[in-house]
Each structure stands twice: as C-alpha cells, then as structure tokens.
C-alpha cells in the first residue's frame, strides 16, 4: 500500500470519529472509533498490512525452519572475485544425519569436482585429473562438515562478534524477501566478512547471499535456485561409483594434518629445492630462530585442494620457506613462496597496501591482525616474499633493503 493511500485511509477513519461524535452521541460507539484509530496507529487495520518483524525474529525462524530440514537439494550458482575465479556451479544433496553430494561445475574450464559422504567413507573426485581421493571417516576427523545442512552459510553470523540488521525487504528472484546484513563488530578481524542474505518470506531460507571484503568490494555472490526441503532423498542417492579409469587413492588421517617440521635453514633450502634470501640487516637482539617448509604436493589432500578441486582452483601449487627471527619480546617472519603458476594478487581481508619502492622494486606494506603487526610484501608472479612483524615501517624497510639487495 502506497504512503498516499495509508494517509487517506487514516483521514477516513478519523472523519468517521467525527461523524460519530456529530450524529450518535454514544459514548460507547465514541470510544469504539477511538480504538479503531488506536489500532490503526499500530498498524493493525490496514488491508494487506504485513507486520515488519525484527531482524532477530527473522533469524530465530531461520534457526527453526534449519532444525526442521531433513533433507535438502538445490543449485547455487557462485561468482567470486576472490582467487580471480569465474562463475561455478554447485548442486547439493544433503540427508541427516551426515550424507552429503556436492557437485561442482567450472563451465570455463569445462570440469568437474565431486564430493561424497556417504556415512563411511568420504568420496573426492575431479575430473581434470581423474583422481579419486577415499578416506574413512572418523569422528575425530575434521574435514568436511555433513552433519549441518549447508544451506545456512551465515546463520552464525550474529553469535561471531557480528551484529544483524533488517535492511529492508526486495524481490529476489521473483520471491519477496527481507534483506538482512551482518556487520562484523571487529573491522579487521580475519575473515569476518559484512554479509547480506536474503530471506524468502514464505520458507525462511536463504534464496541469496553477498559476501564483502573488509574494503566494502564485493567478494562472492551465491543465488540459491530449484530448492527442495523434506523430500525423501534416498540414501542410494549418496553411493560414489568409480569413474572408469579414475586412479584411486586412498588416505589416511596423516594425510590431512600439516606439521611443519622445525628446520636449520639449510636443510629448509636443500628441500625446498631453491634459493632462501635471507637478511643482511635484523633489528637489535634479533636472531635466527628456525625454518620451515611446505610443499603443498607433499601431501594428495592438500594437492586435490590446491589444484584440481573448483573452490581453489585458481590456486596454484606452491613450496613455501618461512624464516622465523626472536627477539626479547617479539617476532619476525619471513615467507617466500616459489608458485608453479602465476599468484592472484587479490587480498580480501586486508585493507588496501601502500606502494613502498625498495632497490628499484615495488613492495606492498599491509596492516595485518587488527593493525598490530605489519607486512610488507613483494611479488614477481612467481616468487613472492613477505615480512610480517609488530615493527614500525622503518625497520621492515631496512630488512626488505637487505634482502633486496642479494637478489
């Protein structure tokens, strides 16, 4: 209803109080037209008034339509800045207590990823590679969540130090929806994203949602579309058949746990496989503490997820060589990371860098954890250096002039 036509209702209303006091004289009717225009004030008489509720109420519903859900089966479709990713695919099966299907399609690259439970094992296929990933699921395992339904990517956000907002109410895909955003209280904290979900009104699901970076870019958009809820998904729905041909491997939970040996850098170098800068110039009663390396090939798990699997598949394989220096009270680390492919230059939980010549080189300073330390950081595309410490910018320069200077 139109604001004109709320005003002129109002007007008719209050000139039928007046009829009523010119020709009745009763107090009783009086004092029931008096109520009407109480009641219209709130709201409550207007014809296809919707009573806006709180953004709070929207998110218990959610809560509740979530615990209802059984099962559940639809289509996202994700464009992401993030890694410089194009437009992917994702079409979900999902059954209590812990099944689950994702299906994911690059149609740029023409691929496919799929990843099962199925109550037992745990399924990983691309088909670029024609790999197969199985693994025996253990409660102790924490690789991927099946037992909450992964329609609701936000509903934590107002516990996770985010505060929720109504922004309002639109059509979204031909349904109406309320608009809520969730604004992290902590501006810099690590991937506490301002997020906004739209909210169908007759389903309480989720039928969009936009995620942005802490400099206001939008970072990822996902439309929810042919949901289904409460469906009787069979459990034959779940059951992975090997591709022909697909190589299998099967792994185990060491596989999936990262433990960075502490290294002399010599050793670290020697592994690595290239050259470790180091700096000439470290601030007063700083020392070489140890080295560690990572070989993202080292392990199949991560070498699916880095390379083959669509949400990263804009990353490539790296081996990265990490310095770290002590001093009384602090620290110092230095990262270079060689990558078999060109590196994204995209930071979206950062705040935009500032340009710092070094040598003839460009190098990026960062504020990094809340703005408490600093990193500066220098890439060619294939070789990418980072300082990070609680130092002031003199000093990270200093060492950054130091290592520039022995490439």
Not at 380 to 387: D, P, T, V, W
Request: glycine share 4%; charged share 30%.
């Amino acid at each position: 209803m139109e604001i004109g036509e709320i005003e002129g209702m109002k007007a008719i209303v209050i000139l039928l109080v007046a009829l009523a006091l010119l020709t009745s004289g009763c107090g009783e009717i009086i004092n029931a037209e008096r109520e009407k225009v109480k009641m219209w004030e709130k709201q409550e008489l207007i014809p296809g008034y919707e009573k806006k509720p709180t953004a709070e109420e929207i998110v218990t519903k959610m809560r509740e339509k979530q615990a209802s859900i059984e099962d559940c089966s639809y289509t996202a479709h994700m464009k992401s800045s993030f890694l410089e990713q194009k437009e992917e695919t994702y079409e979900i099966l999902w059954k209590k207590p812990a099944l689950m299907k994702n299906t994911i399609r690059i149609p740029e690259k023409g691929t496919e990823s799929v990843m099962i439970s199925d109550g037992k094992f745990q399924w990983i296929y691309n088909s670029e590679s024609n790999t197969v990933l199985k693994t025996e699921l253990f409660e102790e395992q924490d690789t991927i969540d099946t037992e909450t339904c992964p329609l609701f990517f936000g509903e934590n956000l107002d516990r996770n130090n985010s505060k929720v907002f109504l922004s309002g109410a639109e059509k979204i895909k031909g349904k109406d929806a309320y608009l809520l955003e969730f604004i992290p209280e902590e501006e810099h904290e690590l991937y506490l994203l301002r997020t906004k979900i739209w909210i169908d009104k007759k389903t309480w699901l989720p039928a969009r949602y936009e995620l942005y970076d802490n400099r206001g870019m939008l970072a990822v958009e996902i439309d929810i579309l042919d949901l289904k809820t409460n469906s009787a998904i069979l459990d034959s729905e779940f059951e992975f058949e090997v591709p022909k041909g697909a190589r299998v491997k099967t792994l185990s939970l060491e596989d999936y746990k990262i433990d960075l040996e502490k290294l002399a850098l010599e050793e670290a170098e020697q592994r690595a496989g290239f050259e470790v800068l180091t700096p000439a110039y470290l601030p007063e009663g700083y020392v070489f503490n140890h080295s560690t390396i990572f070989n993202s090939r080292d392990r199949a798990y991560m070498t699916v997820i880095n390379s083959d699997l669509s949400t990263f598949a804009a990353m490539p394989c790296y081996r990265r060589v990490t310095l770290e220096y002590i001093g009384e009270n602090d620290r110092i680390i230095i990262s270079e990371t060689l990558y078999e492919e060109g590196k994204s230059a995209y930071r979206p939980f950062e705040k935009d860098g500032e340009n710092i010549t070094v040598n003839g080189r460009e190098w990026v300073l960062y504020p990094v954890f809340g703005e408490n330390m600093k990193e500066l950081e220098w890439t060619n595309g294939e070789l990418e250096i980072s300082i990070t410490a609680a130092l002031d910018e003199a000093e990270l320069l200093k060492i950054a002039e130091s290592i520039s200077a022995k490439e």
